[in-house]
Each structure stands twice: as structure tokens, then as C-alpha cells.
């Protein structure tokens, strides 16, 4: 029985190996043995105990350590028995089902969702001051079971459980709903697994009795190729292509990008090695850096920001892509050409997979999320007004690097807000 925090440091192979697991210096981890673990070290280290089934007293983590998957996952069986025909469905496909912890370590929300979704976080701190908060969604916890367990080959999940948005009052949601989703996660046939995604959410809302329906797609590939064919600057690429994927700020980047920028410059006064502010000086020379070669780049012309704001509210039939593209005075080079043959490619398996279902091109769908890379869908049922996304989901292949996996791994899922899909299956009859 492990019975000190110390003790579990080196049980799980010493001060070198958890800080890389924690991915913290070595310094934190000699205050980690004197004061105890902090709540995201806590989660992790509890975790990984598990898995080497070693036996660690409750003081050491704050809460009783129990049988393998008991402490950071919920285990309440389901009460709803329409829940459980939606996973049976999921698992007679092939999909192992996945419970996580309601109550989650803040971080991982915060840095990857985007500012629209920190802004509706229900957030607070446990008495170590470690920032936790109510899951507002269900694909992060999962994938991050999914790095936990080690066994990173191909895993089909499911999953079922509550979700929590804080909602502007008079916004007509919920802040609290039902969630259940699935996920392929480091799949080998990248667009295949999209078409399957959408396959199974069909079939499910269709369970449901959920007849009428409209289904919007995106690609974030396609703005991308659009930035490579302009040939701006890297920084002026990245900085656009992270704002068009949050959606709020890609308005206020193109105000940014379109003005010169000034810069005075000086000699940088700190060590990379110094930590000012609780910034590393590695990271303020990066930016420093950064700023000084901004100076240098020229701003966007008028033509460009004109093209870039149109390319961002396009909607139309997704079968007559390219030519409202041309329609709208955007030249097609040859690599925004290559997205679009991939972009009809994926087209013509979903126009197969529903043939009398109207699919639908629309550049503003998937950009609340910002962990998303590609493909993004979205089925809506529009007679319920505010609420009329029923399901959502797409392509996420940086997320579980993000979440510390050793390498950058293909992921794609979706999942549906029950409680919508069951009010659009009234609208439905």
C-alpha cells in the first residue's frame, strides 16, 4: 500500500517519468512529494495507478481508491431506456460504450474549445485551488479515457451522459442536456469513418422517429487551401485560419491583418530559461519574435479581406460548390481545386447515403468548436427554432495530441442533444 505521494512517484518510475506523464518540470514534481498532488495531477496519477494496479491509500489522492475505472468515471446505470436503445444501436455496430466523470479538470476545455465555450463553462476550484469545472461536452473526457488506458490502436466509442452550458438568459436552451455520441478514434480510413459517423447518426435520429431533416457540411481544409493559393505570410496563414475555425474573432483578425503594424525594436532584455509572470522567457521571445516580423509583412488588401469575408458566409447546395465560388469572384488556384475534388468526392457517398435528403454548404457550420480540422456536419431540424441542431460533429485530428497522446492521431465523431432529438420526433409526426 502506497501511502504517501512520494511513494507513488516512485512506484510510477520516478521524478523524471512523471513529470514527462504531468508534463510539468522537475521542480513541481519535488513539491508534489512534500505538499501532495494538485487536482490535474491527481486525475492523471490516479489513473495510472489503476492501470499498474497498484494500491494507494484514499489520503493520497483525496478519495478512496476502488476497483479499475471507479474513481474518475460514473457508473450510474442509465434510467433512460430510450438512452439505451440509442447505445444498443451504437454497440451492434461495433462501438464500446464509455462513461466519464462529470466533474473535469478545467484546462483542457478552456485551451481547446475556443472563447465561445469558455465563456459557458460552469467553473470552479477544489479546495488544492485546482481549476475544475461541469463537462460541456463529451468528446473531450473521452479521448481522454481513451490516452489514459495506453492502448492507443483504433478504438470505436460510445457514450451517453449529461452535459452543462451556461445559456444567455432568454436564449430558449438548456443548460443542462442529454448527450450521446460516438467516436472513431487513430482510424485508418479517414474518409470512410467520416461517411460511417454520419451513417450511424442517421440511423439513430431515424430510430427515433426523426423523418424530416436538413444536414449542413463544411471542410475547413477548403479555407486553408484558399489561404495557400493566396500566398500570405505563414503568420498572417495561421492567424487566420485559428480565427476562421473559432468563428467570433475572424472579423476582427481581418481588421487586424488589414492595418500596417508598427513595431519599435529593442534588444530582448530576459533569459529563455526565466519564467516572467508566470510566462516562460522562451515563449515571450516567440512572441516578441512574432510582433517583429508582423512589421514586416504587408497588410491584407481590400480584395483579399472582400474575398475572405465572402468565402465565410457562403451557403449553398453543396453540389454546386465550385461555381458559387467562381459566382462570387474568388479565382480557383490549385490548391483550394484539390479541396474541392475532395470535397465532392465526400459529396457524392453522402448524396448516395441519403439521396433525398438536400445537403447543403454552409462555412459557418462547425466554427464554435475550435478543436475541429476538416470535415464538420451538422443535421437540423429547422421547426424548432434556436434549437434546431439536433446533432453535430467532424473531424478533430490535432485534439488528442492536444491531450498529451504521443502523436498526432485521426480522429472523427458526432453526437446528438437527445433531448432535441426527442422534440424533433414530435415535429416529426
Known sequence: ML?????????????????????????????????????????????????????????????????????????????????????????????????????????????????????????????????LCLRPDLTIPTAMSFIETGQL?????????????????????????????????????????????????????????VKRFEIYINDLALFAALLDDLNLPQRQKTRLMRSFAHGGTFKTTLDAL??????????????????????????????????????DSEPLSQAIVEHLLAFSALNCAANKLRETIVQIGIQVGPHLEQAIIHFQARYKKLNMLIPNTPLIFSATRGRKLAYYTGFVFEICVPALGPRQIIVSGGRYDDLLAALKAPQTMPAVGAAMAYERVREAAGQSQ
Open 153 to 209: 490502436g483504433q478504438a470505436r466509442l460510445c457514450y451517453s451522459g449529461t452535459a452543462f452550458r451556461y445559456q444567455p438568459r432568454g436564449a430558449g436552451k438548456p443548460e443542462e442536456f442529454s448527450q450521446i455520441g460516438i467516436e472513431i478514434l487513430n482510424g485508418d480510413k479517414k474518409l470512410e469513418d467520416e461517411i460511417e459517423i454520419v451513417s450511424h447518426m442517421i440511423d439513430a435520429i431515424n430510430a427515433e422517429g
Open 3 to 131: 501511502t504517501t505521494s512520494s511513494q507513488v512517484i516512485d512506484a510510477l518510475g520516478g521524478t523524471q517519468t512523471v513529470a514527462k506523464l504531468l508534463n510539468v518540470g522537475p521542480s513541481a514534481i519535488s513539491n508534489y512529494r512534500k505538499k501532495g498532488f494538485p487536482g490535474r495531477a491527481a486525475f492523471i496519477l490516479a489513473r495510472q495507478c489503476e492501470i499498474q494496479a497498484l494500491k494507494v491509500s484514499p489520503a493520497v489522492f483525496g478519495v478512496p481508491m476502488q476497483e479499475p475505472d471507479q474513481i474518475w468515471r460514473r457508473q450510474t446505470p442509465l434510467n433512460n431506456t430510450r438512452d439505451n436503445a440509442v447505445l444498443a444501436l451504437f454497440k451492434a455496430s461495433g462501438f464500446n460504450q464509455c462513461d466519464t466523470s462529470i466533474l473535469q479538470p478545467a484546462d483542457p476545455f478552456v485551451d481547446l474549445l475556443g472563447e465561445e465555450m469558455r465563456r459557458r463553462l460552469f467553473t470552479f476550484e477544489d479546495p488544492r485551488g485546482e481549476t
Open 258 to 295: 488589414s492595418q500596417p503594424t508598427t513595431f519599435v525594436a529593442r534588444d530582448f532584455p530576459y533569459n529563455s530559461s526565466e519564467t516572467i509572470a508566470g510566462r516562460s522567457g522562451a515563449d515571450i521571445l516567440a512572441r516578441y519574435k512574432d510582433k517583429r516580423s508582423a512589421a
